[in-house]
Structures are given as structure tokens and as C-alpha cells.
């Protein structure tokens, strides 16, 4: 990959930080917040992906959801001076996305992960038809996220019908 292509990435990367309220420090603790902080991060990103942001990172399914290793790596690296710049920097090619990230901001974590997890599911299916042994997405997002209730599934799907992503 060029160095302008990784820019790229971790401009839009800076931009949700930035754009979540997130500082260095907030995704770099030790405690449940920063914990809760990097879901949501990570989450946002691939949703924004799904849109169509310049999001590059690739994502696979892990304990909450997608997950990109190098997203981490980026968003570890970054100080608060840098998430500012590099925000800046990608405001004219992501502001189309400022009400999708608004609406992730304000969305509970669970919601979040299951929708993203959805939508993962959903992508895989379509990319191998059959994966999922011929079940519907939101009776896969069950068996991998059984905590998940029906009114929890709903409001995942519900979220992604908001954003304009459909699975």
C-alpha cells in the first residue's frame, strides 16, 4: 500500500475518534470506559465502511464483533494533537457521514455490536452463499451473540435501516 492510501485510512480513522469524542486517553486506558471507547470505535469504522467511507482497514469477526488489528494499531498510535490534525485533514471527504456518525455516537454498544455483527454476517453471506448453513442472517447473529434478545435484534436492525445500510 502507498503511504498516501494509509494516510487515507488513518485520516478517516482520526476522523471518528474525533468525531465520537474521543480522545487519546479514552481509547487508551486500561478501564471498562476505553474498553467500551475502542468497541465503539471499531464498530463505527466498519459501519462507515459499509456506507462507503474511504475506510480501508479489513475486518474480521472477533469477541464483539468485526474487528480490524490494524484500526487498533492506528487509533493506539495516535495523540490527541494527531486525532485533531488528521480529523481536520479528512473533514471535506467524510463530512457526508456526519449523520451516520452522530446516530453511532448516540446508539448503545450492544445495539452497535449486533448490528455490526448482522451486517458482517449478512456480507459474508452474500460473498459465499451458504456459509451460514442456509439460515437467515438474524438467526446466525443469535447463535453467535446468544445473549441477544428479539427487541435487541430488532434494534440492530433498526439502526442499519437508519443509516441506510441494508443486509
Same mark, same amino acid.
Given at each position: ?42 464498530k463505527a469504522?466498519?459501519l462507515l ?29 495516535? !495523540?490527541? =494533537?494527531?486525532?485533531?490534525? @488528521?480529523?481536520?485533514? #479528512?473533514?471535506? /471527504?467524510?463530512? &457526508?457521514?456526519?449523520?451516520?456518525? +452522530?446516530m453511532i ?5 450492544? !445495539?452497535? =455490536?449486533?448490528?455490526?455483527? @448482522?451486517?458482517?454476517? #449478512?456480507?459474508? /453471506?452474500?460473498? &459465499?452463499?451458504?456459509?451460514?448453513? +442456509? ?33
Amino acid at each position: 500500500m502507498t503511504l498516501t492510501v494509509v494516510n487515507t485510512f488513518r485520516r478517516a480513522a482520526a476522523w471518528i475518534l474525533y468525531r465520537l469524542g474521543l480522545s487519546e486517553k479514552a481509547i487508551k486506558g486500561e478501564d471498562d470506559a476505553s474498553f467500551s471507547n475502542r468497541i465503539r470505535a471499531q464498530k463505527a469504522a466498519f459501519l462507515l465502511k459499509a456506507l462507503g467511507a474511504p475506510i480501508g482497514y479489513d475486518f474480521s469477526m472477533y469477541i464483539h464483533g468485526p474487528y480490524s488489528p490494524d484500526l487498533s494499531d492506528d487509533y493506539y498510535s495516535m !495523540t490527541d =494533537e494527531e486525532i485533531k490534525r @488528521l480529523a481536520e485533514e #479528512a473533514a471535506p /471527504e467524510m463530512s &457526508r457521514f456526519k449523520e451516520a456518525i +452522530k446516530m453511532i455516537k448516540k446508539a448503545d454498544l450492544e !445495539t452497535l =455490536e449486533l448490528a455490526a455483527t @448482522l451486517l458482517d454476517l #449478512a456480507m459474508a /453471506e452474500k460473498e &459465499r452463499p451458504g456459509i451460514l448453513c +442456509k439460515r437467515k442472517p438474524e438467526d446466525a447473529l443469535r447463535i453467535v451473540k446468544p445473549w441477544a434478545n428479539d427487541e435487541q435484534v430488532r434494534g440492530a436492525r433498526r439502526l442499519l435501516e437508519r443509516l441506510g445500510i441494508s443486509c
